[in-house]
């Protein structure tokens, strides 16, 4: 990270407080790109190394051990929340490759992020969080929070969130048939 915004560095935890820490911090930057008080260059930089490093780190290590573990995060959650990131992945990739923080192309741009996050870290926390709480024990939460913010921390540290790099995630989630209309 270049940017010198706090983002945070989890190393232990409850992997469910961990991602939900995470998208307080998402919904923190998002208002801050709206609104205007930061830097909204160095905002959308530091905002796109957390969020591609969350949602990777998600896919790699928690989601297939929580499908595996509760008996409500079956196959359609999991794909559902791996859609959701391709959406927000894409939206954030038109953030990042605007020239300028102050047009009216910027603004839509992030109404359009705000709208697609809001809505996967409302439905995260419902269908996949909330019944993890219930049905996964505290050992495998424990184990899965060290995992996930040790990668999380790994690829922020790698610069996951470059122009290049989301772009390069994007064409994967095209090629994978995720960006498929409905
Ligand atoms: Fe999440
Ligand atoms: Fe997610």
Redesign the pocket.
């Known amino acids: 990270m270049t940017t010198g915004i706090d983002l945070g560095r989890p190393e232990s935890g409850d992997v469910l407080d961990l991602?939900?820490d995470?998208?307080r911090r998402f919904e923190h930057l998002l208002s801050q790109l709206r609104l205007g008080t930061a830097d909204r260059d160095a905002v959308r930089r530091a905002f796109a190394d957390v969020l591609i490093a969350?949602?990777e780190a998600?896919e790699e290590l928690v989601y297939p051990v929580l499908r595996k573990k509760a008996e409500d995060i079956g196959e359609h959650e999991v794909e559902h929340g791996e859609e959701e990131h391709a959406e927000g992945n894409e939206a954030l990739l038109k953030v990042l490759e605007l020239k300028g923080t102050d047009t009216q192309a910027f603004t839509d741009a992030v109404e359009e992020l705000s709208n697609l996050i809001a809505h996967?870290?409302a439905e995260?926390e419902l269908t996949i969080i909330r019944p993890a709480r219930e049905q996964v024990s505290g050992k495998v939460r424990l184990e899965l929070g060290a995992k996930w913010a040790a990668r999380r921390n790994e690829l922020i540290d790698q610069g996951c969130g470059s122009e290049d790099n989301v772009r390069r995630i994007v064409a994967q989630a095209e090629r994978e048939g995720l960006l498929d209309d409905d």
């Open positions: 991602i939900t995470d998208h969350h949602g998600e996967h870290i995260e």
